[in-house]
């Protein structure tokens, strides 16, 4: 397994225990309230750490690990591993956004509209990680 | 020295089909001193896993690529690369 497929797969784990954490522990009952805003906008602090953390301390781990790995730069088979994830990516962004005009719209703004940024993000990021680690799997 | 641009010389319309062309790295490997995965894919400036994916006929390789492959063994395109489909 390459240096990035890891730091892929410990950003998928990342990305799910932070957000899952998250969208489980939301005040959904005040979310169409200022309060409900600053809640999310809050709520981003420990879930920037319950990500970064392991994020940073597996990239460490597997560099030191492995440095010649680490270094390596990333080839042409990667390069399109990349390039096919984001572009998978972005359909998930572009819905979620048309979703949060909609959402503002009718009514509904302040902790609902953060957080369907946040979810249309996490799940681009998801689709964008996800598809880049079957398609590591697979080869190409 | 490497390049960025790079020509794909196969694409496969179906996500699961193998490369419509078969190769000999792992036999030119061999012969060439029981060279490994990591040493080709030094010399040709990619990835252990890309050479892998290569010789296992999962990615096509781009046209530099396959020349840089050819020119570690010291053979034409042709006898590492040979063309199956038609």
Do not use: C
Not at chain 1, 24 to 36: D, M, R, V
Not at chain 2, 12 to 29: G, V, W, Y
């Amino acid at each position: 397994m390459s240096f990035r497929e890891k730091i892929h797969w410990i950003a998928l784990v990342g990305l799910l225990s932070a957000f899952g954490w998250y969208f489980l522990n939301y005040p959904w009952e005040i979310a169409n309230s200022p309060k409900g805003m600053y809640i999310a906008v809050w709520m981003l602090l420990p879930v920037t750490i319950i990500f970064l953390v392991p994020m940073v301390a597996g990239a460490a781990f597997f560099a030191i690990r492995s440095p010649k790995d680490a270094d390596l730069k990333e080839d042409e088979r990667e390069k399109g591993i990349h390039l096919r994830g984001t572009h998978l990516a972005y359909y998930p962004l572009a819905i979620g956004v048309q979703l949060n005009i909609f959402v503002l719209i009718n009514g509904f703004n302040y902790g609902y509209a953060v957080t369907i940024l946040i979810a249309t993000l996490v799940i681009a990021e998801l689709i964008r990680v996800g598809s880049q680690l079957y398609y590591y799997r697979r080869g190409y | 020295m490497w390049g960025r641009s790079y020509i794909i010389i196969a694409v496969a319309t179906d996500p699961m089909a193998q490369t419509p062309f078969t190769n000999d790295i792992r036999t030119l490997r061999f012969l060439a001193g029981e060279m490994t995965q990591g040493d080709l894919g030094d010399k040709v400036g990619v990835t252990r896993q890309t050479i892998a994916a290569i010789e296992q006929g999962k990615y096509s390789p781009s046209l530099e690529v396959a020349f840089r492959i050819a020119h570690v063994f010291g053979k034409p395109l042709e006898e590492v690369f040979q063309w199956q489909r038609d």
